[in-house]
């Protein structure tokens, strides 16, 4: 499975970007799809996860929750992330990831594939 992550850019604070993250391969392997994230000199930290099944149930941290959404297209096998009301504290490269169990994991151990990471830039 090969994933690649897009969508990445500068913003001012208070403005929206939307990443998408198109999965290739292998992709009827795949249940769930998320996203994290890091910030310089920080850890990588889950951002949100979407089923990508029957349930179509997601997952959010605290500080994104209200503000970031996570969706499937699965006839595209790509997840977005439409980031709304962005902040300074948003900025980070920011990684798609991909699981073969179900689940909406919110640890990096729990994903068996990565995307390359894309830039977000929050300016304020």
């Known amino acids: 499975v090969q994933l690649q992550a897009s969508g990445g850019g500068s913003v001012q604070a208070g403005g929206s970007l939307r990443l998408s993250c198109a999965a290739s391969g292998r992709t009827f392997s795949i249940y769930t799809m998320s996203w994290f994230r890091q910030a310089p000199g920080k850890e990588r930290e889950f951002v949100a996860a979407k089923d990508m099944w029957s349930t179509g149930s997601t997952y959010y941290s605290d500080s994104v929750k209200g503000r970031f959404i996570i969706s499937r297209d699965n006839a595209k096998n790509t997840v977005y992330l439409q980031m709304n009301s962005l902040k300074p504290e948003d900025t980070a490269v920011y990684y798609c990831?991909?699981?073969?169990?179900?689940?909406?994991?919110?640890?990096?151990?729990?994903?068996?594939?990565w995307g390359q990471g894309t830039l977000v830039t929050v300016s304020s």
């Open positions: 990831a991909a699981r073969r169990l179900t689940g909406l994991g919110t640890t990096e151990y729990e994903y068996d594939y």
